[in-house]
């Protein structure tokens, strides 16, 4: 690349997207930008979201425009310093422009494709990305699947090997939940770890992954090098009660959305596909059974049945929050034991790995190393 | 959710699933069993088209050829579902329903009506249906319409393979008898179908592509046909919002109004003939519900009122496509600036 000149790129968010659309520039060309801001809205079919600045420097070109479609990795603008001349950065988008090729489908020709072990009888899909290094786990919460990390899956594993796995009852894994309990899918975490000849591993764990997290480092804590614990379970007892029968229960799309839109800062991304998505999921044979199942054993009566604020802390820890959380309240970071790293973010609520992204991402960098 | 299949695997794999689930689900129809060119099980041919392959070597007398008599087995079937069974006929064509009409909409749509609540009828009648194949007058109407007009009875007209396994599902768990129209241009379209098991509520409609321009509100194999004009539209700079009603008979009003009232714009687009089609139904429905948020008339999109032709070019004419939706849409949006 040529000195100085740095691109913004189309982003890959999740194993299905091929292109997405530009929905318009959030700061103007000629502006002065730092790592994380936000810069350019994309949209494609499954996810709305901001793409943020990697690099420091002015943006000097706004290559493509509102309502253009690119594929992935297609050129969107150019970031670079005051001193790089006009010609040198309109050199180089001509370069960049005749030399891109789009990359190929992935699903045919061996790229990145989810995986599958059987574990305790059941199946459990994985995707696998990066390698090297001690590995990371990361491990969804109630209702979600590992497309939860999409904006953080690739971005972790530029510096090791970063595995997230459907949890039975959940995305493409067996429905069976046993009996529900945290202390089950624990055992599912820890067997996937000797499935995948895992010694010690870093577990980043969404909500009630948190709580699987905090669970397997209590029973091994020789297997688990860190826990992350974003916008976890398993800290306090309140939740969200609401949520959890509103999201087992709702059976259309009117009823599922204001249920889903509490888990964003921003309910304008909950798009129809999201909902589409959610409930063609919940729609599967045995998940509703699953998933009351998983309720009735984490969070019954709406109230979460174990903290394990003792554990936080035993392992190195690291706990991130969104300050305006409606699903697990930010105030259960407060108060834990010495030598846990705390960050609450301003402004964000329970996908807060997905909502800011590159913030999470750098902080779980700093953290496993 | 990776895996593929087409619309025919979808319905097929809807049966084997159902059939393994529950022991009284059984499948009986013309050469649904054995049929042409076969002479052996494991071979047998799985109906004309092979949507029923494999279901007899696996479940044996539970998948039953019959006579070459609709109103016999028809009525069977109807017959059964009321004694216990779960039984899903398969209408070769839609346009035999002429020799089975009265077990269908004088016996099994008014059973549970005329037993006071107290009996179920839960027979689901696979049907092929649509134009486009070359079959002539006989063997491609669309006549979804006729039994969407009938109380009593649920009509399914799936679009894509997920719909088709989800609502095929569904239909069969259902307690009422269903009227499962498959056309017979779609058998061979692939998309996404989760392996395993799921059931789609009846009368939600599938909202296909956003859009602030125009409602396009259509059904069956016309969904892609919507799709493929939308497209061409949208470089035009007209953004169409295209709704699958998926099932007839519950209809999902609320949807089509909603769209409506979003866009203010409305296309019906429908491949049956046009009186009394879905397209003057839905018409009627914005007219007498949603007629503030329009802005202008309201365009029908369908087949003429005349038998589908046997001549591969008037056929090809006689089947609405993107040319025609695309210039009913540049119209309501001309009549409405």
Known sequence: MSEG???????????????????????????????????????????????????????????????????????????????????????????????????EDDDEDGGPATESVEIAGRTIRYLTRGEGGTPVILIHGFGGDLNNWLFNHEALA????VHALDLPGHGSSSKDVGDGSIGFFADIVTGFADALEIESAHLVG????????????????????????????????DIDGDYLE??????????????????????????????????????????????????????????????????????????????????????????????????????QGHMVQMEAATEVNRLIDERVG | MARTATYQQAINEALAQEMERDETVVVMGEDVAGGLGTDGERDAWGGPLGITKGLYGKYGDRVMDTPISESAFIGAAVGAATAGLRPVAELMFIDFMGVCFDQIFNQAAKFRYMFGGKAETPVVIRTMYGAGLRAAAQHSQCLYPVFTHIPGLKVVTPATPYDAKGLLIQAIRDNDPVIFCEHKGLYTLEGDVPEEPYALPFGEANIVREGDDVSIVTLGRMVHVADEAASA?????????????????????????????NTGRLVVLDEAHPRCNMATDIAAMVCEKAFDSLKGPIKQVTAPHTPVPFSDTLEDLYIPDAAAVQKAVKAVMESSK
């Open chain 1, 158 to 161: 530029a510096k090791r090997v």
């Open chain 2, 233 to 261: 539209l949208a470089n035009d700079g007209i953004e169409c919002e295209i709704v699958d009603l998926r099932t007839t008979s519950p209809l999902d009003e609320d949807t089509v109004i909603e769209t409506v009232e």
């Open chain 1, 5 to 103: 000149i740095r691109t913004v790129c189309m982003p890959k968010w999740g194993l299905s997207m091929k292109e997405g659309k530009v929905a318009g520039w959030l700061v103007d060309e000629g502006a002065s930008i730092t790592p994380g801001d936000e810069i350019i809205d994309i949209e494609t079919e499954k996810i709305s979201s901001a793409v943020e600045a990697a690099d420091a420097g002015t943006l000097r070109r706004c290559v493509a425009q509102e309502g253009d479609v690119l594929p992935v990795g297609g050129l969107l603008g150019i970031v670079a310093d005051e001193s790089v001349a006009d010609a040198d950065i309109d050199a180089f988008v001509t370069d960049f422009q005749a030399n891109f090729v789009p990359p």
């Open chain 1, 246 to 347: 509103g999201f087992i229960s709702a059976e259309r799309r009117k009823d599922l959305k204001p249920h889903v839109e509490k888990l964003f800062s921003d309910p304008a991304l909950v798009t129809r596909q999201l909902i589409n998505d959610l409930l063609a999921f919940k729609r599967i044979d045995g998940v509703t059974a699953a998933l009351s199942t998983v309720r009735d054993a984490f969070a019954p009566g709406g109230a979460q049945a174990e903290a394990m604020r003792d554990v936080a802390g035993s392992v190195p820890t690291l706990v991130i929050w969104g300050a305006g959380d409606q699903i697990i309240p930010a105030s259960h970071a407060d108060g834990l034991p010495d030598g846990v790293d705390c960050t609450v973010m301003e402004g």
């Open chain 1, 206 to 237: 969404h909500s009630m992954g948190g709580a699987i997290a905090l669970a397997v480092a209590r029973a091994a804590p020789g297997r688990v090098a860190s826990i992350t614990l974003i916008g976890s379970a398993g800290l306090g007892s």
